[in-house]
């Protein structure tokens, strides 16, 4: 966690201050690590992008089904949206669970026919719900946030993320 955050004994502390106190401490180093490698450098990857004239489009997956766990708990985790993408869904597949995939696949086939009207939402800088997340919270299960929604925590890392050159 050091490595995150450096020497800097405030930031470490607000660091463990902003996640659930009943996280275990494996759960809580995979939090950390996660927000870290692919929540934060992601968007201060696109943020670049972005400042530098490029359009780019973020999301963020959280959907979690039980037929698409590997063990019980697993949640969402970096290319667990894959199937979903090219819908190839569980055959007991929920109804949610198909039409979130077949959100996903016209997102996706909406951007390939024209890149530069994007998925179907705003790309980054162009408006205060700038950011796609795809859930499984049937109320929600395709909705656009602020992303300081998801990226919050980057604040505590973006120096660490700056300094190594991303």
């Not at 201050?17 to 009943?22: A, E, F, I, T």
């Not at 450098?41 to 590997?70: C, M």
């Not at 909406?110 to 205060?128: C, E, H, Q, R, T």
Request: with cysteine; hydrophobic share 35%.
């Amino acid at each position: 966690m050091t490595s995150f955050v450096g020497n800097d004994s405030k930031a470490l502390s607000a660091a463990f201050g902003s996640y659930p106190q009943n996280l275990t401490s494996a759960q809580l180093k995979a939090a950390i690590v996660t927000d870290y490698t692919y929540t934060c450098i992601s968007s201060e990857i696109a943020h670049t992008l972005e400042k530098a004239g490029y359009d780019v489009w973020r999301y963020h997956f959280e959907a979690v089904f039980e037929n698409n766990q590997p063990f019980p708990g697993a949640g969402a985790w970096h290319t667990s949206e894959i199937p979903l993408v090219f819908g190839n869904v569980p055959v007991d597949s929920t109804a949610l669970q198909r039409r979130l995939s077949e959100t996903m696949q016209r997102a996706w086939m909406d951007f390939v026919k024209d890149p530069a009207l994007g998925p179907g939402w705003l790309s980054i800088g162009d408006g205060n719900r700038d950011l796609k997340v795809f859930s499984s919270n049937p109320d929600s299960y395709s909705t656009s946030r602020p992303e300081e929604s998801v990226d919050g925590i980057c604040k505590l890392y973006n120096p660490a993320i700056r300094t190594e050159g991303y």
